[in-house]
């Protein structure tokens, strides 16, 4: 079967320059990003998460390396902007992300910059608004939102110019349990409806759960690339690497290590509360 990559990042090595001296936050990096996928990001501060981020859809070029859009060298200057019609990017906090002061002129913004139809921008903005379930609140200012509801309208805003590919860099960080549910759900609708690749950042575990693919990042490389029962079932890599895993796996590893015979292959509650049981009776016969 080949591969459909929407990304390839190819050997890049990303340095930050200050004063003379040169720091490389990603080195000889390369990763593929398969169309269609949903793939979260995991890595402790300073990993190299936000810089790979701005890699993707050409905020940054890399300072040795190639990054491919769609097969379009991310360095490429005239396709600059096609590129970021591609690869559209959440950052961590909403307030910064809002233009506008109603909902439907904000989500309108990208649409409008791209010299659509006025008719086309009314059915991008209401479609977009609807995909994250925020259309009843068109005509309200985003101020008076929460902060999860802003974020979805963040997301919207990158959904109306119907790009390929989202990259949310931690767009969960400042909500609250309820507001990073509601983005966590949202946009694995969007992956799963609409076909659009997810590259999700984050630091919870748990929203790890869901992905196709999970990488854990350190020191700007990757030290872990798999299913998200793979990567949290090795937990000591991932304690080394100053992470958690989530609590249904830390209690499974806690009950391992104890002596009950539970195999660390699982996520969720239900399934961790059936592996405790299974195990429980296992040790009656
Ligand atoms: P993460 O998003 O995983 O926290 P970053 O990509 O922000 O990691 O940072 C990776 C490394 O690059 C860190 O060591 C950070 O200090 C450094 N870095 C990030 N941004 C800059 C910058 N603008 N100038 C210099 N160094 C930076
Ligand atoms: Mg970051």
């Known amino acids: 079967m080949i591969m459909d990559n929407i990304i390839e990042v190819k050997n890049v090595t990303y340095e930050y320059s200050e004063d003379n001296i040169s720091y490389a936050a990603l080195k000889d990096f ?37 990054v491919l859009v769609d097969g379009i060298n991310t360095k490429d200057e005239k396709t600059e902007l096609e590129i970021k019609r591609k690869v559209g990017m959440v950052f961590q906090n909403p307030d910064n992300q809002l233009v506008a002061s109603i909902v439907e002129e904000d989500v309108a913004f990208g649409p409008e910059n791209l010299g659509l139809e006025p008719a086309e921008i009314r059915k991008r903005v209401d479609d977009a608004l609807k995909s994250v379930d925020m259309y009843e609140y068109r005509e309200s200012t985003p101020h008076h939102l929460s902060g999860g509801q ?18 949310l860099d931690e767009p969960t960080a400042m909500l609250d ?89 699982v996520i969720s509650i239900k399934e961790a509360a059936d592996e405790i049981e299974r195990a429980l009776h296992s040790e009656d016969n």
């Open 150 to 167: 802003k974020q979805r309208i963040a997301i919207a805003g990158i959904i109306a110019m119907q790009p390929e590919c989202i990259v």
């Open 177 to 265: 349990p309820k507001g990073r549910a509601e983005i966590i759900s949202t946009v694995r609708r969007l992956n799963i409806e609409k076909g659009i690749t997810v590259v999700l950042i984050t630091h919870y575990m748990e929203e790890a759960e869901n992905a196709d693919r999970v990488l854990v990042m350190n020191d700007g490389g990757i030290i872990a690339d798999s299913t998200p029962k793979e990567v949290f079932s090795n937990v000591e890599r991932l304690k080394n690497v100053g992470l958690d895993v989530p609590q249904t796996t830390e209690l499974l590893y806690r009950l391992k290590s104890a002596g009950l015979p539970v195999n660390t292959h």
């Open 30 to 66: 390369s990763l593929n990003i398969e169309r269609g996928s949903f793939t979260v990001i995991l890595g402790h501060n300073g990993s190299g998460k936000s810089t790979l981020a701005k890699l993707l859809n050409g905020l940054y070029k890399p300072t040795s390396g190639d």
